[in-house]
């Protein structure tokens, strides 16, 4: 059973509001970075530094500009494996005929 709204997103009827929305919050955000009185207008205590919020992250270059941490991985040791030994299995030949009551009708 498929719920309505699941149909509507895999369609785009939701896709674009949301993705509108998200870009309009992107550009709040870079906005109030960008000047700090309106950042002071919306947080009382925006000038002090011990202030923390998506702003001063953005601000910093945390947000936008992180670059990866690079990870290393140890290197494996050397894998010793033996040749293969060749085993022969003797399989005694059968035959492959139907038996009597089991064979197709004749004409």
């Known amino acids: 059973m498929k ?9 785009g009827a939701i896709k674009r509001p949301v993705a509108g929305l998200l870009l309009l919050l992107w550009l709040n955000l870079l906005a109030l970075a960008a000047l700090p009185r309106l950042h002071t207008h919306v947080h009382a205590d925006a000038a002090s530094p011990a202030h923390q919020c998506a702003v001063t992250a953005v601000e910093q270059g945390k947000f936008v500009f992180h ?6 991985a140890a290197a494996a040791q050397a894998i010793e494996l033996e040749p293969a030994r060749l085993v022969s299995a003797s399989i005694p030949a059968s035959s492959h005929r139907l038996a009597p009551g089991r064979a197709p009708p004749t004409v």
């Open 3 to 11: 719920l309505g709204w699941t149909i509507c997103f895999r369609h």
């Open 67 to 72: 670059a990866p941490t690079p990870v290393f």
